[in-house]
């Protein structure tokens, strides 16, 4: 009966390191939002951003920044809640 | 006196599976929340690093396994039935080479490796693990044990000595070679002095077992997890033939 089980046990492991492997990557980027940004501006110390940078939630504004982590060659989005807005003065 | 041994056995026993029932429940937090399979997630889905590396180990370990058995097999044939001038010599010095730790054979193997230009290549790993002394006295224990006439009967029967294999030898000793099989994979899962010696400029070839420690720390428990599961199950699977073959064997 053990040894049943841990066979069965042995399979399935087997079957989602090879399900992680081929469809990790799809899947991470599938619950994460789409952010298309135009250009990115620096100044005075601030980063100005473009409005489609910025996505909306009931509890905030976020945007989204790059960041690297251990995994050389794979970069993370980290999310970002903004604390303030400058008016439009365009 | 048997209470104060089942005690005592007890207790060790608690001492081994401890660290890794606490790796296990450790690996079940993420952040300080409830039980949660988040580790895993962040593992498999957010750092695929880990997958390539668990992946190096899984080609190393099964290609090592499999190459040791097929080149020992013979060997052991030729030390238990084949009698030749120098055979115990021979066999002493396999014995000997078997004894030494494996740090002794480092820098002799480093010398090799470093001359074939085999340094931060795969075979660097895989090529010492496949000669191993204690897999041909493995099998040379056990094709011991199997009755001369069956050997003589099937080279009347046949000249070839693949048939002979085939036929004669290998279905004696399944037990023995599914015992050996789990003993070297287990061994070549564990490597890691080996990998940061032979493997100083190309960390991409690393096993997992040389990765382990650089994992984040909110994923490290999970990562040491699924790295400890392969040899859990094979063990769970395939323990009673072990047992039985290391009794059958004397070994």
């Known amino acids: ?90 | 006196m048997k209470k104060a041994r089942i005690f005592a056995l007890s207790a060790l026993c608690v001492l081994f599976v401890f660290p890794v029932f606490a790796t296990a429940l450790k690996s079940l937090s993420y952040g300080g929340a409830a039980p949660t399979l988040a580790a895993y997630r962040e593992l498999f889905t957010t750092d695929h690093t880990y997958l390539k590396y668990f992946w190096n180990s899984v080609l190393y370990a099964s290609v090592s396994t499999f190459l040791s058995v097929a080149i020992s097999l013979p060997l052991g044939f030729l030390f238990a039935k084949v009698k030749f001038k120098g055979r115990e010599a021979l066999l002493f010095v396999f014995i000997a080479v078997m004894m030494l730790p494996f740090q002794a054979t480092l820098l002799p193997n480093y010398i090799q490796l470093k001359s074939f230009n085999l340094l931060n290549t795969r075979l660097a790993l895989i090529l010492p693990a496949v000669f191993s002394p204690f897999a041909v006295f493995f099998l040379r224990q056990s094709i011991k044990n199997i009755p001369n006439e069956v050997i003589d009967y099937a080279l009347l029967e046949t000249s070839s000595a693949i048939k002979l294999f085939k036929y004669a030898v290998i279905p004696q000793i399944k037990p023995a070679i599914c015992s050996l099989a789990i003993l070297i994979f287990c061994e070549s899962w564990n490597i890691l002095e080996q990998a940061l010696i032979f493997l100083p400029e190309n960390k991409d070839i690393y096993p997992l077992s040389a990765v382990l420690e650089s994992l984040p720390e909110d994923v490290k428990y999970a990562g040491g997890t699924v790295y400890m599961l392969p040899i859990i199950m094979l063990f769970l699977i395939f323990g009673d033939e072990l047992q039985s073959s290391m009794k059958n064997y004397k070994i």
């Not at chain 1, 090879?18 to 298309?36: M, S």
């Not at chain 1, 909306?56 to 790059?66: F, I, Q």
């Not at chain 1, 050389?72 to 980290?78: R, S, T, W």
């Open chain 1, 1 to 90: 009966m053990m040894k049943k089980a841990a066979t069965v046990v042995f399979a399935l492991f087997w079957a989602a390191m090879i399900f992680f492997t081929a469809f990790g990557d799809r899947l991470y980027y599938a619950f994460k939002p789409r952010v298309e940004v135009g250009e990115v501006i620096n100044f005075d110390g601030g980063a100005y951003l473009p409005k489609s940078a910025v996505f909306e939630e009931s509890d905030g504004d976020y945007h989204t920044l790059s960041c690297v982590t251990f995994s050389v060659g794979q970069i993370v989005f980290a999310l970002y809640r903004l604390e303030s807005r400058l008016g439009d003065y365009t």
